[in-house]
């Protein structure tokens, strides 16, 4: 130990030292051999957090997390974290969600139990829905039982915070201090689990944070590093391959996962003569103007990537879970005959019937299927001209119906008693602006986010994120505060309704707080505009999903110090023109834009496909018990 004479690691401001001497954690477990420190609980969660390669800290401290905060206060004045303060758990959890989805950056939330920690963990179905780890610590009640702790739940048994966190992800409760070691092996499989990540809960029992401890740090667990995996059995390929070669239409489902395998899908497309129905997670996996990109398909779907989808004989799976708006509630592939689905999660890989599963990392079996494919001196792909130039009619078809909508003239809207801009033309607007400032987009739920996957136009991955999976009001809005967190931040949009944005305004504080560079775009019809029109479409009107009253935006945003609000006017050129001042304001923006809402079919992209909901749920049923597959 070569600092250990020179500096005392008695205390926590000493060891604190000690570490930032070192430079790095595995620095410091190399000077400090086998020798143990004495250390509370906390400071040991801490501790193996950072040599999982976790500094970054979310937190609303509570009366169950003054130990966790006095100790990363600590930390954080050495350098060795970096520790946020927020309003609001639920914009937290989306924020650090985010974080690690827009930037690859793992951090911990920090709350208590109680109300902060229930809408905390009712964030976190962002993260579990679309495959994201995170940490959740959440202070607990005490251990002895002496009686109600204040925020528990109010029941005599035991763990009862562990037992909803069970529910949504994995957890560990520190009612024993020295297990700390298990809790972070766990943690680290799940947060960093390389098929289906997950948030992790450690829930911290208040009189136990404080315990003190002999921890040994080269016995703290390391991020794990996975292998990646594929079938070994050739006749597997083989038989995919025959498969194509039989098959008339293929029509490919490319779900979230296939962002990091663009490439070897796109190799495999061309290849095989099949084409893609992207899901909203899978934009841009193609580029948009690729042949045989067929756009989104499913219940909120697009004419080309539903014609598919209905026409198709054989489907290959890649990386999606089937999600009931994504093959319309299970019927969405009425004459397919076989499937081939890749997928590394097993359960995934079989929810069709008549299916060939080939489990493991899709980026290595699409490319054993390429070189498979590759044998075919011709490929198979001429083969399938025919299909390609009925998807490519459908293809036009759509791109024709966009069009009408997004050049539709300004419409006359009974809220705002004068011609407005369109949802789609609004959308389309921002988008293009955000294409040309190579910005990312986030959508929020809705109305918004079903027009604007539709609409967008990506030609890579990760240009645009769309939370589908928990479909959560106010995530776009506090997932741009994750610009403000990241170490490399990039310029975001983020596109949300009336009704969303209401839902974690706090936002606009939080982000002056944060230094966020970014702008959040309300598109205001007064409504939740998909739920109106999802009434409407089943029972013919409307019931509680509009209001009266007027929200002036511009003076909300502009009352808070440090961000610019700004109108978005009536029309494209006036949006443009906001959209312009809103990127120059180093800060936090907010542009407000009426939108319309009405009986015109110009005014939203519309719907192509089934759903099990309301009063079709009886229709779609008996379709779907017909199903092949």
Avoid at 71 to 94: P, T
Avoid at 111 to 134: C, D, E, R, Y
Wanted: aromatic share 8%; proline share 3%.
């Amino acid at each position: 130990m070569t600092q250990k004479n020179t500096i005392s690691l008695t205390t926590i401001e000493g060891r604190a030292k000690w570490l930032q001497g070192m430079g790095d954690i595995e620095a410091a477990i190399s000077d400090l051999g086998k020798n143990a420190l004495n250390v509370s609980l906390t400071e040991a969660l801490i501790l193996g957090l950072m040599r999982q390669g976790i500094t970054k800290y979310l937190a609303i401290f509570g009366h169950g997390s003054t130990v966790i905060g006095d100790v990363l206060s600590v930390y954080e004045d050495h350098g060795l974290i970096k520790c946020w303060q927020f309003r609001n758990e639920i914009e937290m959890a989306h924020a650090g969600t985010a974080l690690k989805w827009v930037y690859g950056e793992t951090c911990a939330v920090v709350t208590s139990i109680g109300p902060g920690a229930l809408q905390a963990m009712s964030a976190s179905l962002v993260a579990s829905s679309n495959g994201l780890g995170i940490y959740h610590i959440y202070g607990d009640e005490t251990t002895y039982g002496e009686g109600y702790n204040m925020q528990q739940i109010p029941s005599p048994q035991q763990n009862q915070f562990g037992q909803l966190t069970a529910i949504m992800g994995g957890t560990y409760t520190m009612h024993s201090p020295n297990a700390i070691r298990d809790a972070l092996r766990q943690g680290s499989l799940t947060v960093f689990n390389p098929i289906k990540p997950k948030p992790f809960f450690i829930n911290m029992p208040i009189n136990t944070q404080a315990s003190m401890i002999e921890l040994h740090l080269h016995t703290l667990p390391k991020k794990p590093i996975a292998q990646l995996v594929a079938p070994v059995d050739q006749g597997l390929y083989i038989e995919a391959v025959n498969l194509m070669k039989c098959a008339r239409k293929i029509a490919i489902k490319a779900g979230g996962g296939t962002r990091k395998m663009s490439k070897e899908l796109r190799r495999f497309v061309e290849l095989s003569g099949a084409v893609v129905v992207q899901s909203p997670g899978s934009l841009g996996v193609l580029p948009d103007a690729h042949l045989q990109n067929m756009h989104v398909g499913g219940s909120k779907g697009s004419i080309s990537g539903n014609f598919a989808m209905q026409e198709a004989d054989l489907l290959i799976v890649v990386g999606s879970r089937a999600v009931c708006q994504s093959d319309c509630s299970g019927t969405g592939w009425p004459k397919v005959k076989k499937v081939i689905n890749i997928n590394a999660d097993f359960h995934d890989a079989f929810h069709y019937n008549e299916t060939l599963a080939l489990c493991g990392d899709g980026s290595t079996i699409l490319n054993l299927l390429n070189k498979q494919l590759a044998k075919t001196p011709t490929g198979i792909s001429n083969s399938k001209k025919p299909w390609l130039d009925e998807c490519a009619a459908a293809k036009d078809k759509w791109i024709s119906f966009k069009a009408d909508r997004i050049q539709a003239p300004l419409l006359n809207d009974d809220v705002w008693r004068k011609n407005i801009l369109t949802q789609p033309s609004a959308i389309k607007t921002v988008a293009n602006f955000c294409k040309q400032h190579n910005a990312i987009k986030f959508f929020d739920a809705g109305d918004i986010q079903a027009n604007g996957f539709q609409i967008i136009e990506d030609d890579e991955p990760y240009q645009t994120f769309t939370e589908t999976g928990a479909s959560y009001m106010g995530f776009a809005v506090s997932a741009l505060l994750a610009g403000g967190l990241a170490d490399t931040p990039q310029y975001s949009v983020a596109f949300t309704g009336d009704g969303s944005f209401m839902m974690n305004p706090q936002v606009l504080i939080d982000g002056v707080e944060h230094g966020l560079h970014g702008t959040i775009v309300v598109f205001d019809n007064r409504r939740m505009a998909a739920i109106s029109s999802l009434q409407i479409s089943q029972f013919g009107r409307e019931y509680r999903t509009s209001d009266n009253v007027a929200v002036d935006y511009v003076k909300m945003a502009n009352s808070v110090a440090g961000v610019r609000g700004i109108f978005g006017g009536y029309d494209q050129q006036t949006l443009l023109e906001a959209l312009d001042l809103a990127k120059q304001h180093q800060g936090l923006s907010l542009i407000h834009v009426p939108v319309y809402f009405g009986d015109n079919k110009l005014g939203g992209m519309g719907t192509f496909g089934d759903w099990n909901v309301g009063n079709w749920c009886d229709e779609v049923q008996e379709k779907y018990l017909s199903s092949l597959i």
